[in-house]
């Protein structure tokens, strides 16, 4: 099996990216700085921060402090755990121990703003306020009238109180000003020429928390002789700037860009992977899970000398049996367990590296559904399985979960040969342009009919659905393994407007494949059930040439009921194809949905 976690080995060769990093943090004249390791979820984002924090802790000039942001989730306030969490490493660092009266003045200075924080939030802003006579930017304002009544009364409660701790001497601009110039005295006086901190998993807390993170590290945290590296989604971050600081009206601003340029001045973005990377990852990890990590380690700097990384085309089977046998390497149980799966896994990665979108951890948890369902194989059928068979079907399961669920019910026909998917397969393989195979007809669904095993037509495939039966009973599938892109626009569609709608099928459009699947398969069911506005449905059949059968099925099985502010857009789709919809018309009629008054003035030719 294969852990999500940061790999100690390169695999994903990350090297370049680690060097160009680590030096510029060792450059002094740059600091401070703030970098923004930048890539999607699973891209391999805390691999790259593991390869970083190698190198600079190699270097006795260079304190490499690791912070996780997702372990500030439950922390009232973000802020405030930042800064304990670092002080308390920097505490601990030998280089710092000459300084540790400084640092407990730190802390005792971040306790004073845990204090102005602590009294139910609205209360203690109000308190802070009152007590100061400044306003706090930095603490939780009342969001409507009664709640500020409420804060206002807690806060008069709780002044003396925060003013006698707090704000005896200093007001909070000023206490932000004297913390940071504290901090960066601190480090002066040490031997220590850069304090770098990295902090991952940040695009998997809260937008709050997000904004909480970013803004400790620009008002307190980043002086003189730090760096920070932070490890994020940039779509997430933008979204959490956004979700906090809404668009005034009537401004065009980009808050967002703005935001996120102000507070990371270097972006570097991790690239996606390419499908040849992809597909070498594949291989790579079937081999990691043979050899031991010594053997690995060996491998991979072989791989590296030879540049196959860089070429332009995949590194073949046989270029990764000859690298092994030249350096001698042992396998665990065996080689020919080891050729069994690399086989296997050869024969379809091609396919799945286009269902992958570039994105190493998606490679894991195939490989590790793969090596599931071949354990459970052996234990219900012994030998009598096909494992190709077995990679190929769970590959479509991954491309498109429709067909995968049409497979299936193809299968159930099944008497000399399944007669369904072979008249598909050979329909879509002499490019027939049959429209009730649209969905079967594109490139990377062609791709998968034209691998082997091919013409699984002949095969009973009983026993492999049978392994992967979970999936089948999903005709709305887990929403949580979406990826930010399709469920950015779920949300969108969600909360769209009919002068909005276009710009979103604009947007849809450039998703992948199986994002664009994805919301269609949380959209077909909402058509059905009239959750989704006539104006929204319009659009998707007319930009979605592919998806008109269904969108067309889901509306004729509908029990909505046709009012007149719906005819407009049921005439833009008859214009479209009108045969189609004169079809959908009719069963509308029949069923008590659509009067004939509406009929007519939806197929009514317009002067």
């Given at each position: 099996m294969w852990l999500d976690n940061a790999s100690d080995i390169d695999i994903l060769f990350y090297e370049p990216y680690a060097k160009l990093i680590s030096d510029i943090t060792r450059d002094g004249s740059k600091n401070p700085l703030?970098?923004?390791?930048?890539?999607?979820?699973?891209?391999?984002?805390?691999?790259?921060?593991?390869?970083?924090?190698?190198?600079?802790?190699?270097?006795?000039?260079i304190i490499c402090v690791?912070?996780?942001?997702?372990?500030?989730?439950?922390y009232e306030d973000a802020k405030v755990a930042l800064m304990e969490s670092l002080l308390k490493e920097l505490y601990d660092a030998k280089p710092f121990q000459e300084v540790k009266e400084n640092i407990k003045k730190l802390v005792g200075r971040v306790n004073l703003f845990k204090v102005a924080t602590s009294t139910l939030s609205i209360g203690a802003s109000i308190a802070a306020s009152i007590a100061s006579g400044n306003p706090l930017p930095l603490l939780t304002v009342p969001k409507?009238?009664?709640?500020?009544?409420?804060?206002?009364?807690?806060?008069?409660?709780?002044?003396?109180?925060?003013?006698?701790?707090?704000?005896?001497?200093?007001?909070?601009?000023?206490?932000?000003?004297?913390?940071?110039?504290?901090?960066?005295?601190?480090?002066?006086?040490?031997?220590?020429?850069?304090?770098?901190?990295?902090?991952?998993?940040?695009?998997?807390?809260?937008?709050?928390?997000?904004?909480?993170?970013?803004?400790?590290?620009?008002?307190?945290l980043s002086v003189k002789r730090t760096t920070f590296v932070i490890a994020a989604d940039e779509k997430v971050i933008q979204y959490a700037v956004k979700k906090e600081y809404p668009i005034i009206d009537g401004s065009d601003v980009q808050l967002a860009n703005e935001y996120t340029e102000k507070i990371i001045q270097l972006p570097i973005y991790i690239p996606e992977l390419s499908s040849k990377d992809i597909e070498n990852y594949l291989l790579l990890l079937v081999a990691q899970n043979y050899l031991s990590t010594d053997s690995f380690s060996s491998l991979i700097r072989k791989i590296y000398e030879k540049k196959y990384t860089i070429r332009d085309t995949q590194m073949r089977l046989e270029e990764l049996k000859e690298i092994i046998s030249k350096l001698g390497l042992n396998f665990n149980p065996s080689e020919s367990s080891f050729m069994k799966d690399a086989v296997i896994i050869d024969s379809v990665?091609?396919?799945?590296?286009?269902?992958?979108?570039?994105?190493?951890r998606q490679a894991k948890r195939f490989l590790n559904t793969f090596v599931t369902k071949q354990s459970l194989a052996q234990m219900y059928y012994d030998e009598d399985i096909d494992m190709r068979i077995l990679a190929k079907i769970l590959v479509l399961q991954k491309l498109d979960p429709v067909l995968f669920n049409q497979l299936n019910e193809w299968n159930k026909e099944f008497k000399i040969s399944n007669e369904r998917f072979k008249e598909m397969y050979e329909a879509v393989l002499s490019d027939s342009n049959n429209p009730d195979y649209a969905r079967w007809s594109t490139l990377s669904v062609k791709k998968w009919l034209e691998c082997e095993p091919k013409e699984l037509f002949n095969q009973r495939l009983?026993?492999?659905?049978?392994?992967?039966?979970?999936?089948l009973k999903k005709n709305i599938f887990d929403s949580q393994n979406f990826s930010f892109e399709t469920k950015q626009i779920l949300e969108k569609i969600g909360n769209t407007s009919e002068g909005s709608i276009s710009g979103i099928?604009?947007?849809?459009?450039?998703?992948?494949?199986?994002?664009?699947?994805?919301?269609?398969?949380?959209?077909?069911?909402?058509?059905?059930?009239?959750?989704?506005?006539?104006?929204?449905?319009?659009?998707?059949?007319?930009?979605?040439?592919s998806y008109r059968e269904k969108i067309i099925q889901s509306m004729s099985e509908s029990k909505q009921v046709i009012k007149l502010a719906d005819t407009v857009y049921l005439k833009a789709m008859y214009k479209i194809d009108?045969?189609?919809?004169?079809?959908?018309?009719?069963?509308?009629?029949?069923?008590?949905?659509?009067?004939?008054?509406l009929y007519d003035q939806i197929v009514r030719k317009d002067k």
């Open positions: 703030t970098i923004g390791v930048f890539g999607l979820w699973g891209a391999g984002k805390s691999t790259l921060l593991s390869l970083i924090d190698k190198k600079l802790n190699d270097d006795p000039d690791n912070i996780n942001a997702w372990m500030f989730e439950g409507n009238v009664e709640e500020a009544a409420n804060a206002i009364k807690k806060g008069t409660e709780a002044a003396e109180k925060v003013k006698t701790d707090f704000f005896e001497q200093e007001t909070t601009v000023d206490n932000v000003r004297k913390f940071r110039k504290d901090f960066e005295e601190m480090i002066g006086n040490t031997t220590v020429k850069n304090v770098v901190v990295i902090i991952d998993d940040l695009d998997r807390c809260t937008p709050e928390r997000i904004i909480e993170t970013l803004e400790a590290i620009k008002l307190f990665r091609d396919i799945v590296s286009i269902t992958l979108k570039g994105n190493p009983d026993k492999y659905f049978y392994l992967t039966r979970e999936n099928m604009n947007d849809m459009k450039k998703l992948q494949l199986t994002d664009l699947n994805d919301v269609f398969s949380i959209l077909i069911p909402k058509v059905e059930s009239g959750q989704l506005k006539y104006f929204i449905t319009k659009e998707l059949y007319v930009t979605f040439e009108e045969e189609e919809i004169a079809q959908l018309l009719e069963t509308m009629k029949s069923t008590g949905r659509l009067t004939q008054k």
